[in-house]
C-alpha cells in the first residue's frame, strides 16, 4: 500500500493550494481518506476527512469553509482544496486511509496507512 502526498509549497497567506494523495495497492473505492496536519512543535492534528463512498465529508472548526476535500474514486485520489490560507496552517500535510468507524474518523487511530508528508507554508 502506497499514498503519495504531493501539492504543498510556499503561499502568501490568502492563496491557495490543492493537495493531492494518490494511492496504489489497496482498493481505495472502500476506504475512508483523512488529512492531518502536524506544525512544527505541536501534535499532529485532523484537517478534514471523506468517506470510501465520497458522499460524507468532516471538517476540522479549524478549516471549515475554506477547505474543501474531495474524492476521485476512478483515480485513486483524494484532494484537499485549501483557500483563504492563514500563517497558523503552516504545517506537513498526511493523508491516511482506513476503514475505521465513521464517527472516529477524526481520530489518527482511524487509519492504517499513511502517505509521507507534503509541507505547505503560509507567509504573512
Known amino acids: 500500500v502506497q499514498l503519495q502526498a504531493f501539492g504543498g509549497g510556499l503561499v502568501q497567506a490568502g492563496g491557495s493550494l490543492r493537495l493531492s494523495c494518490a494511492a496504489s495497492g489497496l482498493m481505495f473505492s472502500s476506504y475512508n481518506i483523512g488529512w492531518f496536519r502536524q506544525a512544527p512543535g505541536k501534535e499532529r492534528e485532523f484537517v478534514a476527512a471523506?468517506?470510501?463512498?465520497?458522499?460524507?465529508?468532516y471538517y476540522a472548526d479549524s478549516v471549515k469553509g475554506r477547505f474543501t476535500i474531495s474524492r476521485d474514486n476512478a483515480k485513486n485520489t483524494v484532494y484537499l482544496q485549501m483557500n483563504t490560507l492563514k500563517p497558523e496552517d503552516t504545517a506537513v500535510y498526511y493523508c491516511a486511509a482506513g476503514r475505521g468507524v465513521t464517527s472516529q474518523l477524526r481520530f489518527a487511530s482511524s487509519y492504517n496507512h499513511w502517505g509521507q508528508g507534503t509541507e505547505v507554508t503560509v507567509s504573512s
Open positions: 471523506v468517506r470510501w463512498s465520497g458522499g460524507t465529508t
